[in-house]
Nanobody, 124 residues
């Protein structure tokens, strides 16, 4: 089981920004495509964004396109999710995890369990 820890969540007002970090523990993240997922109260898990191991390809859910940016720094063994123009509907626990890669593109399909998530709350 890969051990990934998400951090950087918090409480912000509508229109605000947060940057989430996903750090690998005891393994190298640069072997994997990494994705961000979220779960709001009473809702199913939703894939948010993913990035391939090289960082050359990214995927976004329609609900966050143009507002969120995923990136990675393999030297720091960390993947980031920059979230701008936040909306109340972005409120959720955010998780990161390894995802499937097909034809050099990542897919929002987890291939391992997620680690500890981080709470993001956007107030109206």
């Amino acid at each position: 089981q890969l051990q990934l820890v998400a951090s950087g969540g918090g409480l912000v007002q509508t229109g605000g920004s947060l940057r989430l970090s996903c750090a690998g523990s005891r393994f190298s993240l640069d072997d994997y495509s990494i994705g961000w997922f979220r779960q709001a109260p009473g809702k199913e898990h939703e894939g948010v964004s993913c990035i391939t191991s090289s960082g050359g390809s990214t995927t976004y859910a329609d609900s966050v396109k143009g507002r969120f940016t995923i990136s990675r720094d393999n030297a720091k063994n960390t993947v980031y999710l920059q979230m701008n123009s936040l909306k109340p509907e972005d409120t959720a626990i955010y998780y990161c995890g390894a995802v499937r890669t097909t034809d050099r593109m990542c897919q929002l399909i987890p291939i391992d369990s997620w680690g500890q998530g981080t709470q993001v709350t956007v107030s109206p």
